[in-house]
C-alpha cells in the first residue's frame, strides 16, 4: 500500500479590529526578510509552499501587521499558518481578498499597556494553482514595502511606519508547467461529529469532475462503497472530499481509495506530496489510528491532542469489548478509574407524569454504531403517541417489544440531555445515560472480563464526550 505520514494543520482566526498606531524608527533587522518556495515549477492543480521570515527587531511594539500578496485569478490558499509570538494578546494568520487582490497574513496585537518584543516570526502559506492557468504562467508573491509595519504607542502621533529592511527578498515566482491529469490524494482528516470515519481530501483535474460516471471506491471493515464525484461535496478551496465511517472498534482497520471513470477505468492518483508520489493501482490506504498517532506527534493544540487520545481509547475500549482484535486489541492508555456512576450522577434517567395503561419503560442503550444512536426500549399494549424533543416519531417494533432511536448524535452533545414523551408520560435521558447505567450496574467488585470491558468502555465514552466539548469550545 502507498502511504505517507501527513501533517495536520488545524488554523484558528482570531477576528480582531486594527487600529492606527503611532511608531517611533525602529533600528532595522539583520538578517533581512526572506521569501521562499518549495516548488518553484507546479503543475495546475499542484500546490507549492510560500514561506516568509521577518527576523527579529530589536525594539518593543503594540502591533505588527505582516502581509504577502498573490494573484488570486491564478491561485488559491488552502492553509496559512504563523509562529507565535509569547505577550500577544491577539493573533491571527488567514488568507483574505481586497481590493481585487489576494494576501496571506500574520497579525499580533499585543495586550493592552504591555508591549512586546518582536522576535522574528515565520508566515507559511499553501497554494493550488487553479485549474485555468496556463503551462507557462508565472505566479509571483511579492511583500510590498507598506504591507509589512510594526507600530508602537506614541500619545502623541498615530502613524505607521514601515521597517522592511532595505534589499530583503521581497518576492519568489513559479511558473506553471504543466496540466496536471492524475487525482491528487492531498490530505486525510478525521470526523469527530456523529460519526468516525476518515474524509479523504483530494484534487480531481477537471475531466474527472466533470465526468458524470466517475466514481471513489472504498474497501474497508464495513465492505466496498462506492461514491460517486458528483455526490462528493466540493469546497471553496477546490478539493473534491469523500468519506468512509467506521464503527469505534474499526479505528485500527485501514480504509482505502480508488478512483474510476464513468467507463469504470482506473484513474491515475498520485500524493499530495511536492514529488507527487504516484499511488499504485491496488489504492490508497490509511486508517482512524494512523491519523491519531500523527496528531499525537504533530504540533496541534492541546485540546486537539486529547480529543484524539480520548477517540484512540475509546476505540481500543470498543474492540476490547467486542473482542474484535482478540489478544492483539489495544490497551486503554489513560487512567480513567476517577470517572464513576457518582460523577456521572447528573446523568440519570429521569421520569415524570403518568405511564399509559400497559406501558412499561424497560431501558435505552447506546448503539456503538459509526453514527452514534440511543435507543430507548418499552413494552406496551397499545402503543401511546410517541415524540423525541418535541417532534412526533413512530416507534420501532423488535419481537414483543418496541423502542424509539435518537440517531447522529454528535461528539460532543453525547451528554445533551433528550426528552422523550408517551403520551402523558416522559422521560430525559443522553448517551452518557447509557455510561451511568454501565457504572451503576457493574461495581468494581466484579472482576469478570464482561464487567471490566463494559465499564472501560463507559468511561472512555465520557473522557471522548468531555475533550469533544472542550475542543469545540476551544474553537
Given amino acids: 500500500m502507498n502511504k505517507r505520514v501527513m501533517s495536520f494543520v488545524l488554523v484558528f482566526a482570531l477576528l480582531f479590529t486594527t487600529l492606527s498606531f503611532a511608531a517611533s524608527a525602529a533600528e532595522l533587522p539583520d538578517p533581512a526578510m526572506g521569501i521562499s518556495v518549495d516548488n518553484a515549477e507546479p503543475k495546475t492543480t499542484d500546490t507549492c509552499t510560500v514561506t516568509v521570515f521577518f527576523p527579529a527587531l530589536k525594539e518593543q ?3 505588527a501587521d505582516l502581509k504577502v500578496n ?75 514595502t507598506n504591507d509589512f509595519y510594526i507600530s508602537r504607542y506614541d500619545p502623541d502621533a498615530f502613524d505607521d511606519v514601515d521597517v522592511m529592511p532595505a534589499g530583503a527578498v521581497r518576492s519568489v515566482t513559479v511558473t ?4 496536471q491529469t492524475a487525482a491528487v490524494i492531498e490530505t486525510a482528516s478525521l470526523s469527530l461529529l456523529d460519526a468516525i470515519g476518515v474524509n479523504f481530501y483530494t484534487i480531481l483535474p477537471d475531466a474527472v469532475k466533470n465526468d458524470a460516471g466517475a466514481y471513489a471506491l472504498f474497501d474497508g471493515p464495513n465492505g466496498e462503497q462506492k461514491i460517486f464525484v458528483k455526490d462528493a461535496v466540493t469546497g471553496t478551496d477546490g478539493r473534491t472530499v469523500f468519506t468512509y465511517a467506521v464503527y469505534a472498534k474499526e479505528t485500527g482497520d485501514e480504509i482505502t481509495i480508488r478512483l474510476f471513470d464513468g467507463t469504470g ?14 499511488i499504485g493501482t491496488e489504492g490508497y490506504s490509511y486508517s482512524v489510528d494512523e491519523y491519531l498517532a500523527a496528531i499525537a506527534a504533530g504540533s496541534e493544540g492541546a485540546e486537539m491532542k486529547a480529543l484524539a487520545a ?14 474484535y482484535s482478540g489478544a492483539n486489541a489495544p490497551a486503554v492508555a489513560a487512567d480513567l478509574s476517577a470517572i464513576t456512576a457518582e460523577s456521572l450522577a447528573a446523568y440519570k434517567l429521569t421520569q415524570s407524569g403518568t405511564a399509559p395503561d400497559g406501558f412499561s419503560l424497560t431501558g435505552a442503550t447506546l448503539m456503538l454504531e459509526s453514527e452514534t444512536t440511543l435507543r430507548v426500549y418499552f413494552n406496551a399494549q397499545t402503543v401511546p403517541s410517541v415524540t423525541v424533543d418535541g417532534t412526533a416519531v413512530t416507534p420501532v417494533q423488535k419481537g414483543n417489544a418496541y423502542y ?45 472480563d464482561e464487567a471490566v470491558n463494559l465499564r472501560t468502555l463507559a468511561r472512555a465514552l465520557v473522557r471522548y464526550q468531555q475533550t469533544a466539548v472542550a475542543y469545540f469550545e476551544s474553537k
Avoid at 506553471?176 to 496540466?179: N, P, R, S
Avoid at 482506473?266 to 507527487?276: E, F, L, W
Wanted: hydrophobic share 40%; aromatic share 10%; proline share 5%.
Fill in 61 to 63: 511594539f503594540d502591533a
Fill in 70 to 144: 498573490f494573484d488570486k485569478t491564478l491561485v488559491e490558499a488552502t492553509a496559512v499558518t504563523a509562529s507565535s509570538i509569547t505577550g500577544a494578546g491577539k493573533q491571527s494568520s488567514t488568507a483574505e481578498e481586497a481590493n481585487g487582490k489576494g494576501y496571506f497574513s500574520a497579525s499580533y496585537m499585543a495586550t493592552e499597556g504591555d508591549p512586546i518584543d518582536f522576535p522574528g516570526v515565520t508566515v507559511t502559506a499553501t497554494f493550488r494553482v487553479k485549474d485555468s492557468v496556463a503551462v507557462g504562467t508565472a505566479v509571483t508573491f511579492t511583500a510590498d
Fill in 176 to 179: 506553471v508547467t504543466a496540466a
Fill in 265 to 278: 477505468a482506473p484513474i491515475d492518483m498520485v500524493c499530495g506530496d511536492a514529488a507527487h508520489t504516484p
Fill in 310 to 323: 480520548a477517540l484512540a481509547d475509546y476505540g481500543a475500549a470498543a474492540d476490547r469489548l467486542f473482542g
Fill in 404 to 448: 424509539v432511536a435518537i440517531p447522529n448524535i454528535l461528539a460532543k452533545e453525547l451528554g445533551t440531555p433528550h426528552v422523550v414523551r408517551f403520551g402523558n408520560y416522559e422521560i430525559t435521558c443522553s448517551a452518557l445515560t447509557y455510561a451511568y447505567s454501565v457504572l451503576r450496574a457493574y461495581p468494581e467488585s466484579d472482576t469478570s
